[in-house]
């Protein structure tokens, strides 16, 4: 019997429902689900831009304030904070603005604070923040410590002061040649020690150590034109004098804990601890 036989006889068969209102409630809810995600994870990486714009900022304030200029043409260790800043995504107008900033504070404006602290398995912390707020950024560094076990006090005296700068040397056949060149440039600008070290790309990448006091000798020497091919870092660093060359986990795990939420902290610039090789 045909469909048309069996309607004349009124005889109907009825057909399987199709729940067309559950699949689109499917639909609508994994479409949802999937922006949701999105959502979250753009304001997550919206939050590490904002991190990253900021720190920016404090890095720039800080290299034109001990490069004594905010001009990059005058100030190489200002120079390499820019290029890094670049190199990072940080867009052009926020580190135009930046530099427009500090060249109208003339050594006014945001304070450079440095802290010292003891962390978890006795290791010595020493925090550097620029705060345009030191009564804040005190008070939010001490609730983190406590968070995580620590406290303010005296470590300073496990730490060394010192000057580092990094350049890069073009590759080639004649590298180490240069790289002895390179070598008699910087001891003559009280360079102490050095590490080389050859990038993917076939860079050689080149650190060397100074006195605090000899950062912008030895930055300015290398800088120097036909020294190498770019200046990539220069700063002041606080080093341990003996760093610690076992540290049980648990102390590792909460150190670790400690120091991503103080380098979280919207004013820090740096972390030193001695557990730093």
């Not at 604070?113 to 030191?134: Q, R, Y």
């Amino acid at each position: 019997m045909n469909a048309l036989s069996r309607i004349a006889l009124g005889v109907h068969r009825p057909r399987p429902l199709r729940c067309h209102a559950f699949h689109t409630t499917q639909t609508w809810l994994a479409g949802h689900n999937k922006w949701s995600k999105i959502e979250k994870k753009k304001g997550a990486n919206d939050i590490k831009k904002g991190l990253l714009y900021s720190r920016t900022y404090r890095e720039i304030a800080l290299a034109a304030r001990l490069g004594g200029s905010p001009d990059p043409e005058q100030n190489n260790a200002l120079a390499a904070v820019l290029k890094r800043a670049k190199s990072q995504g940080v867009p052009k107008e926020n580190i135009e603005n930046a530099l427009k900033k500090v060249a109208g504070e003339n050594g006014k404006g945001d304070t450079h604070l440095t802290f010292e602290a003891m962390g978890p398995g006795s290791v010595g912390i020493i925090v550097e923040c620029l705060s345009d707020n030191p009564n804040r950024t005190i008070k939010f560094l001490n609730m983190l410590l406590k968070d995580h076990g620590a406290r303010l006090a005296d470590v300073k005296y496990l730490f060394r002061r010192e000057g580092r700068v990094k350049v890069a040397l073009d590759p080639g056949e004649d590298v180490e040649a240069r790289l002895e060149k390179l070598v008699e440039v910087a001891l003559d600008a009280d360079a102490e020690d050095f590490e080389s070290e050859d990038l993917p790309d076939g860079t050689r990448s080149v650190e060397f150590k100074c006195p605090h006091t000899s950062l912008h000798k030895l930055t300015s020497a290398l800088s120097a034109p036909g020294v190498c091919r770019e200046l990539l870092s220069s700063e002041s660093v606080y080093a341990p004098l003996e760093p610690l060359e076992e540290l049980d986990e648990e102390s590792a795990q909460r150190l670790d804990k400690l120091v991503d939420a103080i380098d979280d902290l919207d004013d820090t610039l740096r972390v030193w601890t001695t557990a730093d090789s």
